[in-house]
């Protein structure tokens, strides 16, 4: 139990455009999605925290309106990256969570590149 | 703010005991989780302590001293496939992780 997936798994496009991911909890109901970003090498870093229903809470230096957060269901939770540029490629990972304490479940990533 | 340091880099033989150290700083964290992830894949669970001592899940084993702010992940045993990084992580409220640097493990025969 407990698996969350990502949509699509590897994604390149040019500067200028937007690009979706998906993040699906698939045999549970996620009170809580959280969005991190992971460059090379690095940590993973919080980007911004969502529940269904309600807007996202962004972490300080996270654009919301570059990096747009929808979770419109208790399974699913998208973040389009706006007029994505080259610094914004990355390794973008979902998790989720059921609501109870301390469990989070993460998704298998998504890498963005951007020429 | 919150912070959690990590060794960035550490190197065992196979079969050996591995320990990989975590303090942090920071008001607030509840408890104290250790993840692995191998390159290219997303962080898989290992363990999580919210109360101090040990926990043991078969070869790893999590230890946490809230008054030392001070953690550590002990692998045994040590084998190729755990070569890879190993981050420990805060739980904070509202379910939210922060996440130390990271420690890369390289396993060598």
């Known amino acids: 139990g407990a698996v969350v997936s990502q949509h699509p798994s590897r994604v390149i496009c040019k500067s200028g455009t937007s690009v979706k991911i998906e993040c699906r909890s698939l045999d549970f109901q996620a009170t809580t999605m959280f969005w991190y970003r992971q460059f090379p090498k690095q940590s993973l870093m919080l980007m911004a925290t969502s529940n269904e229903g309600s807007k996202a809470t962004y972490e300080q230096g996270v654009e919301k309106d570059k990096f747009l957060i929808n979770h419109a269901s208790l399974t699913l939770s998208t973040l389009t990256v706006t007029s994505a540029h080259p610094e914004d490629s990355s390794f973008y990972i979902c998790?989720?969570?059921?609501?109870?304490?301390?469990?989070?479940?993460f998704g298998p990533g998504t890498r963005l590149t951007v020429l | 703010g919150q912070s959690l340091e990590q060794p960035s880099e550490v190197t065992a033989v196979e079969g050996a005991i591995v320990q990989i150290n975590c303090t942090y700083q920071t008001s607030g964290f509840y408890g104290l989780s250790w993840y692995q992830q191998h390159d290219g894949g997303a962080p898989t669970f290992l363990s999580y302590n919210a109360l101090d001592g040990l926990e043991e899940t078969g070869r790893f084993s999590s230890f946490l001293s809230r008054s030392d702010s001070y953690g550590y992940l002990l692998l045994q045993e040590l084998q190729m496939k755990d070569s890879a990084s190993y981050f420990c992580?805060?739980?904070?409220?509202?379910?939210?992780?922060?996440f130390g640097g990271g420690t890369r493990l390289m396993v060598k025969p």
């Open positions: 992580a805060g739980f904070r409220a509202g379910n939210m992780l922060t």
């Open positions: 998790s989720a969570s059921p609501g109870l304490a301390n469990e989070q479940f």
